[in-house]
């Protein structure tokens, strides 16, 4: 029943991290709704590795973590070339910008 709870908790987060997502048009509100929806991601994996006792899904879970990182420090620095360059955060800058 547990396992339920914590599936269902998990769900809740995937949702609302997906709907911060479609929604929003700010840099920051995505990075925090892409942060969410791993998060509940890797709740999901803990409680699939707590109900099976097996191990893999907490390493797979430590590496969605690791990603996560990596997608927020990459995300940020994003954000911020587009706040020097037109001194406000709005992802629809982005085709604006050359590489």
Not at 12 to 35: C, D, P, R
Not at 53 to 60: D, I
């Amino acid at each position: 029943m547990e396992q339920f709870l914590i599936q269902l908790i998990a769900l809740a987060l995937f949702t609302v991290g997906l709907y911060g997502i479609m929604v929003s048009k700010v840099g920051i509100k995505m990075l925090v709704s892409v942060e969410v929806l791993l998060n509940g991601a890797i709740l999901s994996l803990v409680s699939v590795a707590i109900g099976t006792g097996t191990v893999s899904p907490l390493v797979m879970a430590l590496f969605t973590i690791a990603i996560a990182a990596v997608e927020s420090a990459v995300g940020i620095s994003i954000l911020v070339s587009i706040y020097r360059r037109f001194g406000k955060i709005d992802i629809s800058l982005l085709k604006e910008i050359r590489w």
